[in-house]
């Protein structure tokens, strides 16, 4: 059985992380599902929406990943993630939500560790000098060249 991946987050960025998934993954439309928290919706609205959209699914493993840890969205999802077999990893990105997806027949622990992994993965940082591997081109030497 394959886990399912709950997008808990500030309107719209979780359907939005979702609609990317899809961009890439277009067999996971079933195994991903979103709740756009509201700027004006109170923390029990949006778990009484939470609560709705997963008890629709049955009860698989489900991995629940949220944007800001302590914000509204985290704070539901603590507590959503206290009634059933579910794991909560904060601080979602698409490189963490590319790789969950990716990995979703895995166990849940494991797939928490992927998240996780991913996620750290996916951020770093890009020189804006010549790409890797590459020697410089003589103009590239001249700080001024980019000027008209």
Same mark, same amino acid.
């Given at each position: =059985? ?11 960025? *979780?359907? /939005?992380?979702?609609?990317? /998934? ?6 996971? *439309? ?25 008890? /629709? ?38 490189? =963490? ?12 622990? /494991? ?12 951020? =770093? ?24």
């Amino acid at each position: =059985m394959s886990t399912r991946i709950f997008i808990i987050a500030h309107a719209p960025l *979780a359907h /939005a992380l979702r609609e990317c /998934a899809l961009h890439v993954f277009t067999d996971c *439309a079933d195994s991903v599902v979103t709740l756009d928290v509201q700027a004006d919706a109170s923390p029990e609205d949006s778990l009484a929406q939470a609560r709705n959209l997963l008890g /629709a699914l049955g009860d698989p493993p489900t991995l629940v990943l949220t944007d800001v840890f302590g914000a509204t969205p985290c704070n539901v999802a603590q507590r959503l993630v206290e009634e059933r077999q579910a794991r909560l990893v904060t601080g979602v990105n698409l490189p =963490m939500l590319l790789r969950t997806v990716c990995y979703r027949a895995e166990s849940l622990d /494991a797939l928490v560790q992927r998240a996780v992994v991913g996620g750290t993965q996916g951020v =770093m940082q890009v020189a804006a000098t010549a790409p890797q591997n590459q020697n410089p081109r003589p103009h590239d030497q001249d700080p001024n060249d980019h000027q008209q």
